[in-house]
């Protein structure tokens, strides 16, 4: 299932693109995700070093990294927003 | 009356309050924030997520409609580049009471802080870097959970 | 910067929040109230007393710049008859934090309205009564002590 | 020691005049000299019937109705405010 990425702020900065598509199954959850693309260079290693400051959206709605991918089209990746 | 705009040009606050006054009620706050120099900040710059950005400053003021009896309720929003003393953003509500309208104000603000997707860089000359969030804008936004 | 003033004459809550834009700080919270047409009201009239009011809105303010970091307070009051829809009051605060100036501002306005020697009496066309003073507002302000 | 009284709102309107001046003695307080006015006739016993919707200033800063009279020069007695 193709799942769009979108990346903002220090994460786009950090792995280098505005975003990408990745095939996915609906049955991970974020968290899984990430630990994949963790895996698969230093580059998103680095990126996704700290979880703890990773927050997500799925189809523009804020989740946590335990959500289910389900059939989302589209995962943000980013740091905390410091808008206001 | 919901008003929500993201832009990259500037705004000018008393203009957006003498709009609102025109909704015509008793009590109307008001919160505008400006670029400090801070630390020998000269500008900053705010990235957003487009495809939601404007969804998720509309549900911040749906919810403050829902929580108070509100006439009006406006958030404007800047994007982009922008120099110190320039105004960032600017919130407001109107009600028929005074409570009310000061309460949904500070509720404007201190949620769209943890709630609306940007990301604020900050220039000193050519030096960049990120602003981290504040874990004191967590706890405010929490106050009202 | 304390600004003071009791007049007769309406305001443009507008122009008195980009003056104080000028101060040049990071954050500006605003409250202005209206004359409402509660019951029928169709007109207002405010009788102060003016050797005390002055004094009473400066004590305000400057007990305002007191207990938080203010580059400036401003308080403008009316007095005399105004119709329904017309400014009232306007108070506001500039900081260089948002918590700060939003605390303020609400100090403003809860503490000027027992402190200040105003009495309001409403018009309904030609009969006029005086306005009760509320138990809401002693508690309101009283949260500040 | 002469005071000078100024009345306001419906304070102002009951008894029918804006202010008056009166002699005092500094240690009265303001009540015992709002019982004796109250004694001088029906229209004052009526503005000032109600303690509790009395307020007082000496000298322009608000005080008790047990604040003694000193030697102030101004005494306003008026209702609770309803400015803003």
């Known amino acids: 299932m193709p799942l769009q990425i979108v990346y903002f702020a220090r994460v786009r900065e950090a792995v280098g693109i505005d975003g990408e598509q990745?095939?996915?199954?609906a049955c991970n959850n974020i968290a899984d995700l990430i630990d994949r693309l963790a895996a698969q260079s230093e580059l998103y290693a680095a990126a996704f070093s700290d979880r703890s400051k990773l927050?997500?959206?799925?189809?523009?709605?804020m989740v946590r990294a335990d959500a289910m991918l389900d059939d989302a089209k589209e995962l943000a990746i980013f740091p905390p927003v410091t808008g206001g | 009356m919901i008003d929500v705009r993201i832009q990259s040009e500037s705004f000018d606050s008393a203009a957006l309050l003498a709009a609102l006054e025109l909704v015509g009620v008793g009590a109307i706050a008001s919160f505008t924030g400006f670029v400090r120099s801070d630390d020998g900040v000269t500008a900053i710059e705010l990235e957003h997520y487009p495809a939601m950005t404007e969804a998720s400053l509309r549900a911040v003021a749906t919810e403050a409609q829902s929580r108070w009896n509100l006439s009006g309720a406006v958030i404007v929003h800047r994007i982009g580049?922008?120099?110190?003393?320039?105004?960032?953003?600017?919130?407001?509500a109107a009600s028929a009471h005074r409570a009310e309208a000061l309460a949904a104000c500070a509720f404007l603000i201190?949620?769209?802080?943890?709630d609306a997707p940007f990301w604020k860089k900050e220039y000193r000359g050519e030096l960049a870097h990120w602003v981290e969030a504040k874990a004191s804008d967590d706890a405010r936004a929490a106050d009202w959970d």
Chains 1, 4 share one sequence.
Do not use: S, T, W
């Open chain 2, 81 to 92: 580049k922008m120099a110190v003393g320039e105004p960032v953003v600017f919130v407001a």
């Open chain 2, 110 to 114: 201190d949620r769209l802080k943890i």
């Open chain 1, 22 to 25: 990745v095939e996915v199954e």
């Open chain 1, 55 to 61: 927050r997500f959206a799925l189809d523009q709605k």
